[in-house]
Structure formats: C-alpha cells, structure tokens
C-alpha cells in the first residue's frame, strides 16, 4: 500500500515536473519588448471575454452546469459557487499575477499596476482556457491557464507592440492542500506573471 501510494506520488510530481518545464517559455509571435527598457510602470487590463474551461467550449457553459449542479445539492451553493468564481479574479488571481512579475522585475525598476492609462503601454492579459484541475486526496489533476498577452499603446490600443503566449502554466501546490479550485487557478496566475517578468528580465536593459 505504502509503495503505491509513493509511486503515485513520484508519477504525480513528475508530471507536475514537466507541466513546469513547458511553462517556463514565453512564445513571442510577434514584435519587440524592448521598447519596455527605461519605462518605470506598465499599465495592466485582463480580459476574460472568451475562453473555454476544462471540456466546455465556453466559460457560460461551464458555469451553467456548476451552478446547476451545487443548486441541486444545496439551494444556494451553486449561485455562491458562482459568484466567487468571478470574485476570485480581483480577490486572488490578478493580484498573484502581479506580484510575481514585479517580484521578478524589481532589478529592472518596471512594475505593473492597474489603473494606470498615463503609463505609455499597457499589457492586455486574455485568458484563453482554463482547467480548474481538482484534488479529492487519492486523486487529484493541476489546473493550469492558457495565457495570451498583448503589449500595446495605452493612448492607442488598436496599436499593437508585441503578441506573446504561455500555455499550459500549471497550478499546484507540492504539499497537496490545493483542494479548493481558487489555490489552484491562483498558482497558474503567479506562475504566468514570474515567467512573463523572467522572459523580460533577459530581453530588457
């Protein structure tokens, strides 16, 4: 028993393992982020306005069936469900992503802030698919995020600098105590942000 449970476990963090190693690259499609060098702060938006979750080809259908789903085990639990969802963006998410790329970046003197149009540009943060993952203790899946950012003129959105992607940026925690889904989502959103300042980190002076 105990030898199953530790090759479950060795399986588990190796997999874990290569999530990590794919997510470590930032794949640039197109443009040049060194017009960042010398800038002090980067404006911040997130766009959530169309990304699939786990086998749903949108987010409204995941939702739906949640909701739905929580309603019929407890009236109630679902629209709560629902609303943290959605709450955990501002709460937890965006917040982790955050910190992480300006954790990354203090060398550099860049931060990332909210609510900064004056900034020159702006980064435009776009989920493009989320696997919540789960963990019910003999068993349990990462979450991770699709990730794709656009650098572009705060004054001018329509112009866009750079175009860059991070898939697969996994969610986790070693110790397993990730069984509440925003742990989870909250990780991959930290992950994405200390890869994207890595990635700067090396192109910028």
């Not at 990354?104 to 980064?123: C, W």
């Amino acid at each position: 028993m105990k030898n199953g449970l530790l090759l479950a476990s060795v399986i588990a963090f190796s997999v874990l393992g290569a999530d990590l190693a794919q997510a470590q690259r930032v794949e640039l499609r197109s443009g040049d982020v060194t017009v960042l060098s010398g800038e002090k702060t980067v404006n911040v938006e997130y766009d959530y306005s169309n990304f699939g979750v786990g086998k749903f080809a949108t987010e409204q259908e995941y939702l739906d069936k949640k909701t739905a789903e929580y309603n019929a085990k407890e009236a109630g639990k679902g629209d709560a469900w629902r609303k943290a969802w959605v709450a955990d963006r501002k709460e937890r998410f965006e917040p982790k992503f955050e910190e992480l790329f300006n954790k990354g970046l203090q060398s550099k003197g860049l931060t990332l802030v909210q609510g900064r149009p004056d900034a020159k540009y702006t980064f435009i943060v776009r989920i493009r698919f989320v696997e919540p993952g789960f963990n019910v203790g003999v068993m349990r899946k990462n979450a991770y995020i699709d990730f794709e950012i656009d650098l572009v003129e705060s004054g001018n959105k329509s112009a866009k600098v750079a175009e860059m992607f991070l898939n697969n940026v996994p969610g986790g925690q070693f110790g397993g105590f990730d069984f509440d889904t925003g742990v989870r989502l909250a990780e991959s959103y930290a992950k994405g942000g200390k890869v994207l300042a890595g990635f700067l980190d090396k192109k910028l002076k």
